[in-house]
């Protein structure tokens, strides 16, 4: 005989509401085109279409306007309780077929009280108004134009970047969202809180963090450095602002003191893999030769990447906004904070798929990886979009760039680099705005003038013009080697480093990414 369980039961039974609440909502933002075979339109507009009928202007939402639509749905993303909600507005979002997340305000006044987060609402847009103060609203809605349908739980964030909200801003208004590798300015002093406007760079891109007084996380001291929760909505000055709304949406991402005596150039890159056989996605991968005993967790370190093909171009012709730390599809972040590596050891940063040359190659997983993201669909640590390619194959210089610390903006200057590619400067360099990629001193790049001692920050710039070239044919897989001879005890490279294109097979062994002609080599 089969034992009763009632707490089987009750949780079978909570699985069946909450899919009758998702099948419902599914059901009615859905419901949008006109159904041919009776003939009719749909009752339902989505939240999506709901915004583009605004133009600019005040707009009452008619008939005629919404293609006889009477209701919309959503659910709600902000919380009255927490304080930092702007006066009598409701956000809610809606999640729509091929994970499309639009969102918008509700002017509801005091009714904002009774609904919580999550809570699943049908809202009748009959003869109200769309009105836009620095952010889209709905106007006009009384208690009888809410209903609830129930509570969903889990509300649905997104990881996004300043770049891709400034991009898009009428996307992402609205939603709930989480924003990682933001710089405040200017830089907090000791005493200051959350209360106001505190801009952040994220990249190239500013964002507002927008709090009342009223909020419960209003009082905390404000970090140098942050990722940050909360709702996004239009602000002054055509910024967007972030509306957090609980001390754990805000999190200190600060760097700690880096260590005096950590000498020059504690890590070196010796080698990397721009083109793996087949897709590069995820495969991409770059290793590095550590020149002193590293633990992660206690200096901390950053990787980034940078794709300056004309698709990755903001602007045509433009160089980097904020060099290393421009962001969006331009440069790419990996944060080395976990794990360790001893002196004269090699280890790895990329993709996640942890390979040697491509899908169904040998495995590089018992390797030392510092850090593996799969950066084709969720972008860097707090810097950079999702890229299938976050090292060009062709075209116009790409490189890497090493810093010390996770924090960086457009004034810092990395540990080492290396560049490899074409000759084209268009998106390289701007010498007039002062705008590229900083170098550091190293075998290749000098920060000045060997001869006039001219001042020559970036990569190529002056006698900075040194880069590795492509290598043909492609998508056959090679990695290529940067034989040096780099002095761990005066931190000096004895023989610059060099190149060499190692042709990969699928079963090509772990081993001779460290091994062979064109390994850099390490002395004392």
Same mark, same amino acid.
């Given at each position: 005989?089969?034992?009763?369980?009632?707490?089987?039961?009750?949780?079978?039974?909570?699985?069946?509401?909450?899919?009758?609440?998702?099948?419902?909502?599914?059901?009615?933002?859905?419901?949008?085109?006109?159904?041919?075979?009776?003939?009719?339109?749909?009752?339902?507009?989505?939240?999506?279409?709901? /915004? *583009?009928?605004?133009?600019?202007?005040?707009?009452?939402?008619?008939?005629?306007?919404?293609?006889?639509?009477?209701?919309?749905?959503?659910?709600?993303?902000?919380?009255?309780?927490?304080?930092?909600?702007?006066?009598?507005?409701?956000?809610?979002?809606?999640?729509?077929?091929?994970?499309?997340?639009?969102?918008?305000?509700?002017?509801?006044?005091?009714?904002?009280?009774?609904?919580?987060?999550?809570?699943?609402?049908?809202?009748?847009?009959?003869?109200?108004?769309?009105? /836009?103060?620095?952010?889209?609203?709905?106007?006009?809605?009384?208690?009888?134009?809410?209903?609830?349908?129930?509570?969903?739980?889990?509300?649905?964030?997104?990881?996004?970047?300043?770049?891709?909200?400034?991009?898009?801003?009428?996307?992402?208004?609205?939603?709930?969202?989480?924003?990682?590798?933001?710089?405040?300015?200017?830089?907090?002093?000791?005493?200051?809180?959350?209360?106001?406007?505190?801009?952040?760079?994220?990249?190239?891109?500013?964002?507002?963090? /927008?709090?009342?007084?009223?909020?419960?996380?209003?009082?905390?001291?404000?970090?140098?450095?942050?990722?940050?929760?909360?709702?996004?909505?239009?602000?002054?000055?055509?910024?967007?602002?972030?509306?957090?709304?609980?001390?754990?949406?805000?999190?200190?991402?600060?760097?700690?003191?880096?260590?005096?005596?950590?000498?020059?150039?504690?890590?070196?890159?010796?080698?990397?893999?721009?083109?793996?056989?087949?897709?590069?996605?995820?495969?991409?991968?770059?290793?590095?030769?550590?020149?002193?005993?590293?633990?992660?967790?206690?200096?901390?370190?950053?990787?980034?990447?940078?794709?300056?093909?004309?698709?990755?171009?903001?602007?045509?012709?433009?160089?980097?906004?904020?060099?290393?730390?421009?962001?969006?599809?331009?440069?790419?972040?990996?944060?080395?904070?976990?794990?360790?590596?001893?002196?004269?050891?090699?280890?790895?940063?990329?993709?996640?798929?942890?390979?040697?040359?491509?899908?169904?190659?040998?495995?590089?997983?018992?390797?030392?990886?510092?850090?593996?993201?799969?950066? *084709?669909?969720?972008?860097?640590?707090?810097?950079?979009?999702?890229?299938?390619?976050?090292?060009?194959?062709?075209?116009?210089?790409?490189?890497?760039?090493?810093?010390?610390?996770?924090?960086?903006?457009?004034?810092?200057?990395?540990?080492?680099?290396?560049?490899?590619?074409?000759?084209?400067?268009?998106?390289?360099?701007?010498?007039?705005?002062?705008?590229?990629?900083?170098?550091?001193?190293?075998?290749?790049?000098?920060?000045?003038?060997?001869?006039?001692?001219?001042?020559?920050?970036?990569?190529?710039?002056?006698?900075?013009?040194?880069?590795?070239?492509?290598?043909?044919?492609?998508?056959?897989?090679?990695?290529?080697?940067?034989?040096?001879?780099?002095?761990?005890?005066?931190?000096?490279?004895?023989?610059? /480093?060099?190149?060499?294109?190692?042709?990969?097979?699928?079963?090509?062994?772990?081993?001779?990414?460290?091994?062979?002609?064109?390994?850099?080599?390490?002395?004392?």
């Amino acid at each position: 005989m089969r034992n009763y369980n009632p707490i089987t039961k009750m949780k079978k039974l909570s699985y069946s509401v909450l899919f009758i609440i998702w099948g419902l909502i599914t059901l009615l933002t859905s419901c949008e085109n006109r159904d041919h075979i009776l003939g009719t339109l749909s009752p339902y507009i989505s939240i999506q279409d709901l /915004r *583009a009928v605004h133009k600019g202007n005040d707009v009452e939402i008619t008939p005629e306007s919404v293609s006889e639509a009477e209701w919309t749905t959503g659910v709600v993303i902000s919380d009255a309780q927490s304080g930092n909600v702007p006066e009598g507005m409701m956000i809610v979002q809606q999640l729509q077929r091929g994970n499309r997340l639009h969102g918008i305000a509700l002017k509801v006044g005091d009714l904002a009280a009774a609904y919580r987060m999550g809570d699943s609402i049908r809202i009748n847009i009959g003869g109200k108004t769309l009105r /836009r103060e620095t952010f889209l609203y709905i106007d006009g809605l009384r208690t009888s134009d809410l209903e609830m349908v129930g509570n969903v739980g889990s509300v649905r964030t997104r990881q996004v970047s300043a770049s891709a909200i400034n991009q898009r801003p009428h996307e992402y208004e609205g939603t709930l969202a989480q924003i990682g590798g933001g710089e405040l300015v200017p830089m907090p002093v000791e005493g200051d809180s959350f209360v106001g406007a505190k801009k952040m760079l994220n990249g190239a891109d500013t964002l507002v963090i /927008r709090t009342l007084p009223t909020a419960n996380y209003a009082a905390l001291p404000v970090p140098r450095n942050m990722n940050v929760k909360g709702i996004l909505l239009g602000d002054t000055d055509g910024l967007m602002a972030v509306w957090p709304f609980a001390e754990a949406h805000i999190e200190d991402t600060s760097d700690p003191i880096i260590p005096g005596d950590l000498g020059d150039m504690p890590l070196v890159f010796t080698g990397y893999c721009p083109d793996p056989e087949g897709t590069d996605t995820n495969y991409e991968y770059i290793q590095l030769m550590a020149n002193a005993d590293i633990n992660f967790a206690e200096i901390p370190f950053a990787v980034v990447t940078t794709n300056n093909a004309g698709a990755n171009q903001p602007n045509a012709g433009a160089a980097p906004g904020a060099g290393w730390s421009t962001g969006g599809a331009r440069t790419l972040k990996f944060n080395l904070t976990e794990g360790s590596v001893k002196k004269g050891e090699f280890f790895y940063v990329g993709g996640h798929q942890k390979r040697i040359s491509g899908a169904n190659s040998t495995t590089l997983g018992e390797l030392n990886w510092v850090r593996a993201i799969p950066y *084709a669909t969720t972008g860097g640590d707090g810097l950079g979009d999702a890229n299938a390619n976050i090292l060009a194959n062709s075209g116009n210089a790409s490189g890497m760039a090493l810093f010390v610390g996770t924090n960086i903006n457009e004034a810092s200057v990395p540990l080492d680099v290396v560049m490899f590619g074409g000759t084209g400067t268009a998106t390289i360099i701007d010498s007039v705005a002062n705008l590229g990629y900083r170098i550091p001193n190293n075998d290749h790049y000098q920060r000045f003038h060997p001869e006039s001692l001219a001042p020559q920050p970036f990569f190529s710039m002056g006698s900075n013009q040194y880069r590795i070239p492509h290598f043909v044919p492609t998508n056959v897989g090679f990695f290529i080697k940067l034989g040096g001879v780099f002095n761990a005890t005066t931190r000096k490279w004895e023989v610059a /480093r060099s190149y060499y294109a190692e042709r990969l097979s699928k079963q090509a062994p772990a081993s001779i990414l460290s091994t062979g002609t064109g390994v850099t080599q390490q002395v004392d």
